[in-house]
């Protein structure tokens, strides 16, 4: 089987502290897996590795079977979970850098969906409120036609009708062959869309399952499953 | 407008039967063409794996047929519909006369009512 | 995909350098017109009014020289130890690429404002009782200067220009390395930034000291031979080495180590 992404006896340690703890993780093409976990459990961590914003203090990281690098970075569709976008530019020139940057980036997709939540591009990013520009961001993400999407807490910060819009649009854009992996601590919300989700606690993953395994074997949803596994 | 989806059965399951259920009640004609599964997926907002599974599920039921280039159809085999009809009715009959024997009430006085 | 790189940097880099450029011209120019108006003349009045005039001109062109510098550096940090690092990092293009897109546009600034400065001083004399003693001693230079031995003053033009040239390269690419030494940190990393940049200029001058002193035939300042034969090469190779230490590990260190 090919794998989109294996992560191999990854470890990470901050300043003495270990956020990843010898993780190992295969993902599949064709997957939407939620990534959860309370504050500080490695989530972020993890997709930082991948993206190669934090350096690996042991283990490591394949994406197409390949070292992470240049071709790693073409087809991965990365969302922070800070804004990010050089704040002088405005929501059209973004859409330009991206389309001039990424070769899997659909300019008519973004500005059909740009109209859609009823932006002006023409205006600047720094005068935009956060909800919008979380919204201009994950648009730019989406419309990209990537191997793997990683969204780090891409529905925290906007009100919940857009929250549907937005798991409308991860549904009906993700590429079937493409994987996507959310991570969020916001699980009802989001359960209906995964297939598969991953728990991850202290720098581990604790467990890895379908939704409908665990629906089917607890006769509970997987929301109720994490407020007992993580019960404070 | 998402689908309502209970929390401790599986989704696939659920699905299957709103599904099942539009059949039923004609929302979806005989031999009548289905949405894509990507269409009805974002619909319900559900994980389009998800919503494959259900209706590969109803197309080994029979209930549902695809052809290759052409997408996926409703049965236009009539009876198979008016069965499974009946075979609901006869289960949520014989739950709701359990339920009313807890009530003192015996068949005879069911149907009394009824009428 | 450099070019797609220069292009956005020349974009974020104009915002700061156009009215920078507008306001030194306008310096220049409210200048000459108030040297005009109050005239030329030996009276004490005239004197110190030029004087105090020339030395806001001064302060004007060190300032410009200095923004060169700190727009230079802010952009490095900017676009790769801040948030605008996570777009930076994940962009399919090459480190290597990253790091010459900045400095070519570095470069260009630089080369822009010296230009800006000539053509202003340009302006300030042109029309003045001072624009013939100007061209008076540029003329006796170069007659002094075309009496030295052909070989030496070949010698001493490229070496000169080389020398130019490659620490307009070097300077960049150094402080390009005191920021990523400055961004291996996880917290506080414009401030490590900056005290890298001038513990490493520190350490460097001391170099230069003690290497002066070993060897004081490197600051003989004897005649142009003696300059062409011991200081100018050693600066030139200086220059080289700096921009080689600088280029790769900079680029070791975002490839390698980078932690944001």
């Given at each position: 089987m090919n794998y989109i992404l294996e992560c191999n006896n990854l470890s990470k340690v901050y300043s003495g502290f270990l956020a990843l703890d010898r993780l190992n993780l295969k993902i599949p093409s064709g997957r939407i897996i939620g990534l959860l976990g309370p504050n500080g459990s490695g989530k972020s961590t993890l997709i930082k590795l991948i993206n190669g914003l934090l350096t690996a203090t042991e283990g490591d990281i394949l994406f197409d079977s390949q070292p992470l690098g240049i071709h790693s970075r073409e087809h991965i569709s990365y969302l922070p979970?800070?804004?990010?976008?050089?704040?002088?530019?405005?929501i059209h020139e973004v859409f330009t850098y991206f389309d001039d940057f990424y070769k899997d980036f659909n300019k008519e997709k973004a500005l059909y969906m740009l109209k859609d939540l009823g932006i002006d591009e023409n205006k600047r990013l720094k005068t935009l409120s956060k909800g919008t520009k979380e919204k201009v961001q994950l648009i730019l993400v989406m419309s990209r036609n990537a191997k793997l999407y990683l969204l780090d807490e891409p529905i925290a910060g906007v009100d919940p009708a857009a929250r549907d819009y937005i798991l409308k649009t991860i549904i009906s854009n993700y590429n079937p062959d493409a994987s996507l992996i959310i991570s969020t601590h916001l699980i009802s919300d989001i359960e209906t869309v995964l297939d598969d989700v991953l728990f991850l606690q202290n720098g581990k993953i604790t467990l890895s399952a379908t939704v409908d395994q665990i629906r089917e074997e607890k006769q509970k949803s997987v929301d109720q499953l994490f407020r007992e596994v993580f019960k404070c | 407008m998402a689908w309502e989806l209970s929390d401790d059965r599986p989704i696939y399951l659920q699905l299957m039967e709103h599904i099942q259920g539009d059949i039923l009640s004609g929302v979806y004609p005989l031999g009548g063409k289905l949405p894509s599964v990507r269409d009805l997926a974002a619909c319900a907002s559900v994980n389009p794996n998800t919503m494959q599974k259900a209706l590969s599920e109803l197309e080994r039921s029979g209930l549902l047929y695809s052809q290759r280039t052409s997408g996926r159809f409703v049965t236009e085999d009539e009876q198979l519909i008016q069965s499974l009809q009946a075979s609901i009715a006869e289960k949520e009959i014989a739950e709701f006369l359990k339920k009313m024997e807890r009530f003192g009430l015996k068949k005879e006085d069911i149907i009394k009512l009824i009428r | 995909m450099l070019g797609k790189l220069l292009k956005y940097e020349l974009k974020a880099t104009a915002r700061y350098f156009v009215p920078l450029l507008a306001t030194f011209g306008g310096i220049t120019l409210l200048f000459k017109l108030f040297m005009m108006m109050i005239g030329f003349g030996n009276d004490p009045l005239r004197m110190t009014l030029s004087i105090f005039i020339v030395t806001i001109y001064v302060v004007a062109v060190i300032a410009l020289y200095l923004m060169c510098f700190i727009i230079s550096f802010y952009r490095f940090y900017k676009n790769f130890y801040t948030d605008e690092g996570y777009l930076s990092f994940t962009l399919p293009v090459s480190i290597n690429l990253q790091i010459l897109n900045k400095l070519l546009i570095s470069i260009f600034w630089f080369v822009i404002s010296s230009v800006a400065f000539m053509f202003s001083i340009f302006i300030f004399l042109a029309g003045t009782p001072y624009w013939t003693d100007f061209c008076h001693v540029l003329s006796l230079s170069f007659q002094e200067f075309n009496k030295i031995d052909p070989g030496i003053r070949f010698l001493f033009i490229t070496e000169t220009l080389s020398s130019l040239i490659l620490s307009a390269i070097s300077s960049p690419l150094f402080v390009y390395l005191c920021i990523t030494i400055g961004g291996l940190l996880p917290n506080h990393r414009l401030a490590a930034s900056i005290g890298t940049y001038f513990l490493a200029t520190a350490a460097l001058s001391l170099v230069t000291n003690i290497f002066s002193s070993i060897f004081p035939n490197f600051m003989n300042f004897t005649g142009l031979e003696k300059f062409c034969y011991y200081l100018l090469p050693m600066m030139i190779i200086g220059s080289i080495i700096e921009i080689i230490v600088s280029f790769f590990l900079t680029r070791y260190l975002m490839e390698r180590k980078t932690n944001l």
């Open positions: 979970d800070r804004m990010y976008l050089p704040e002088w530019m405005k | - | -």
